[in-house]
C-alpha cells in the first residue's frame, strides 16, 4: 500500500483529496494547521493526522519527524496548502503580503527541502506542487497570488534538475476556479473611496464566484488527475492543467501572445 502526505488537509480541496486517496486503497499522511480540525477523517482507519503549519520551520521538523517515526516510507507528497489574497497594489496590507508568501510559495518551499532527503535515501518519490492558472497567465487584482504561483512554477522546475539523479519526480498542477470555499476564504483589501478600484473588485469578484459555481465538475476531474499522476509519475518535469478554463486561458496566452491576451483580459474582464 502506498503513502501519501498532503498538506492543508482539514478542508476544501486537501480534504477531497484526502478522502479521494484513502477510498483508492492509499495510507494518507493527513496535515493541518490545526489538529482539532482532525475530526473531519474520524473512523477513517488509513487516514492519519498530523498538525503541520508550513509557514512555520520548527513545525515543519516536528511533523516530519513524527511522520517518519510512523511511517518507514513516503511514496508521494501533495504540496496543496493555500491561501488568496485579492487587492490593489495601492491598497495591499504588509501581514497580508509576507502571509501568502510565506504559505503559498515558502512554505512550499520548506516541506520540500525537509523530505528531500527521505526521498533521496529510499531513492524514489514524489512533488506534485499545486499551483493555478495564476501561474501561467495574469489577471486583475492577482499581483499577489499570480506572484506567489509563477514563483512556485518556477521553483519546481528547478528544483526538478536537481532531483533527476535520485529518481524524484516532481510536477505541477494547474486549474481554475473549483466549487470549494477556497474563493469565500481569500483575504481581500479594504473598501475604497476610489470609485475605480470598487468597479473592479466587484466585477472580478462576480466573474470568480460565477466560474466557481459553474465547475461543479471540476474537483472530480482534479481528485481523478491526482490520482493519475501520482500512480504514474513522470520522470521529467511536467506542468499540468485540468479543466476547461485553464486549457483555454493557457492556450489563448500561447497562440495570441502577451499583446492580444492582454487585449482581451481588458475588453471582456475589465470592460475597457
Known sequence: ??????????????????????????????????????????????????????????????????????????????????????SFVELSEDDKIDGIVKVNYLGVVKVCRAFIPHFREQNKGQFINISSIAGLVNLPLGSFYHSTKKALESFSECMAYELLDFNISVCTVQFGNAPTNFQKNISKCENSTIESYNTMMNSIDGIMNRKTTENHELTQAILDKLLKISENPSKKFRRYSIGFDAHLMKYLRKILGYRIFSRVIRRYVLSK
Open 1 to 86: 500500500m502506498k503513502t501519501i502526505l498532503i498538506t492543508g488537509a482539514s478542508g476544501g480541496l486537501g480534504k477531497e483529496i484526502a478522502i479521494h486517496f484513502s477510498n483508492s486503497g492509499w495510507n494518507v499522511i493527513a496535515t493541518m494547521i490545526c489538529i482539532k480540525e482532525a475530526t473531519v477523517f474520524e473512523n477513517i482507519s488509513n487516514i492519519k493526522c498530523y498538525e503541520l503549519n508550513v509557514a512555520s520551520q520548527e513545525s515543519i521538523q516536528k511533523a516530519k519527524a513524527q511522520i517518519l517515526s510512523d511511517f518507514q516510507s513516503i511514496d508521494v507528497i501533495i504540496n496543496n496548502a493555500g491561501v488568496g489574497y485579492r
